[in-house]
């Protein structure tokens, strides 16, 4: 059974490009969450989806972040127009329910670089 | 406002010593969780214990254990015979019944020496 599934786990962009990350959660979970840690900070909550609906998304910023978890494949991050300070590793984590109580799955994060 | 407090950035301890990291938290709610998590360098965040609120008994699994002083919202891990594989980063996190997030304090760095 393999555990959440980040791709890239390394991407360097440049100013003004943009960045797309995506996640696989467990298989049966239909929870997706997306976490941003700074360096040397813990991790903040940007937005929680299940399949084709965003739950919760007070943790993103209001622009340029965007995020979508399609009823077939991996839920998305979308990162336009990329600036120095979103230079980060993206964490996801996927549920089979709400998390309240339960255990959430972290995936091994993906670093993004913005030169 | 919910946070979670962790005052001491970085702790070391000896091999096979015991140490505990300290965590307090603010929440006006009375049903929630929390989770102590570990993140070595390859940066993967793993779960190392968990406590719901409304069980008095402290958790514990293997060599790690709380101490969950609900009053004072306190959330302490002891890590006891500290082993080298034990080095990494430490966050403390709790979710509430009525949120769909996790929140993080700004963890605790260990480093296990011979």
Redesign the interface.
């Known amino acids: 059974n393999a555990g959440v599934m980040q791709n890239p786990r390394h991407l360097v962009r440049r100013r003004g490009q943009e960045a797309r990350l995506r996640c696989s959660p467990m298989k049966g979970h239909s929870h997706v969450?997306w976490?941003r840690q700074l360096p040397e900070?813990?991790?903040?909550?940007m937005v929680?989806l299940q399949k084709e609906n965003i739950?919760?998304e007070?943790?993103m910023p209001k622009e340029r972040f965007s995020a979508e978890f399609p009823k077939e494949g991996p839920s998305i991050l979308r990162i336009q127009q990329v600036v120095r300070g979103d230079s980060a590793?993206y964490?996801c984590?996927s549920s089979p329910a709400?998390?309240?109580?339960g255990?959430?799955f972290?995936g091994?994060?993906s670093?993004l670089t913005v030169l | 406002a919910q946070t979670v407090t962790q005052s001491q950035p970085e702790m070391s301890v000896q091999e096979a010593e015991t140490v505990t990291l300290s965590c307090t938290y603010d929440t006006s709610e009375s049903n929630y969780y929390l989770f102590w998590y570990k993140q070595p360098p390859s940066r993967q965040m793993i779960l190392v214990i968990r406590q719901e609120a409304y069980k008095q008994q402290n958790a514990t699994e293997n060599r790690f254990s709380v101490n969950f002083q609900k009053a004072a919202k306190s959330f302490s891990l002891k890590i006891s015979d500290s082993q080298l594989g034990d080095t990494a980063m430490y966050f403390c996190a709790f979710i509430t019944g009525t949120a769909s997030k996790l929140t993080f304090g700004t963890g605790t760095r260990l480093q296990v020496t011979l």
């Open positions: 969450y976490y900070e813990g991790l903040k909550f929680y739950i919760d007070s943790g590793a964490f984590a709400q998390g309240f109580g255990e959430l972290f091994e994060g670093r």
